[in-house]
């Protein structure tokens, strides 16, 4: 069994950065990908960020020049940083780890963007 721990959600002002980290409890290098994923409020999951396990990154639209996924093998964790927060990216953000069978889910972190 696979468990994926978020941490790092919280609230912040429109403008400000904020960082969100996901421990996975086995080698993340066994991944062919980790990611976050969002839902905001009425809106279905989409994808924000995706890591492959050659280091190769895809971000949405949305989110391009502001947000950037790193992973870390050592430490079995993929971190979002997020910059220049807009009042849109209000969510619940999910950490993902795909493997050749099985996606995997964190339980989800909120983050709120509010003034």
């Not at 912040?12 to 991944?31: D, E, T």
């Not at 980790?34 to 190769?56: C, I, Q």
């Not at 992973?71 to 969510?91: F, G």
Request: glycine share 10%.
């Amino acid at each position: 069994q696979v468990r994926l721990v978020e941490s790092g959600g919280g609230l912040v002002q429109p403008g400000g950065s904020m960082r969100l980290s996901c421990v996975a409890s086995r080698n993340i290098f066994s991944f062919n990908t980790m990611g976050w994923h969002r839902r905001a409020p009425g809106k279905e999951r989409e994808l924000v960020a995706v890591v492959t396990r050659g280091g190769n990154t895809n971000y949405a639209d949305s989110v391009k020049g502001r947000f950037t996924i790193s992973r870390d093998n050592a430490k079995n964790t993929v971190t979002l940083q997020m910059n220049s927060l807009k009042l849109e990216d209000t969510a619940v953000y999910y950490c993902s780890a795909a493997d050749a069978w099985t996606n995997y889910w964190g339980q989800g972190t909120q983050v709120t963007v509010s003034s």
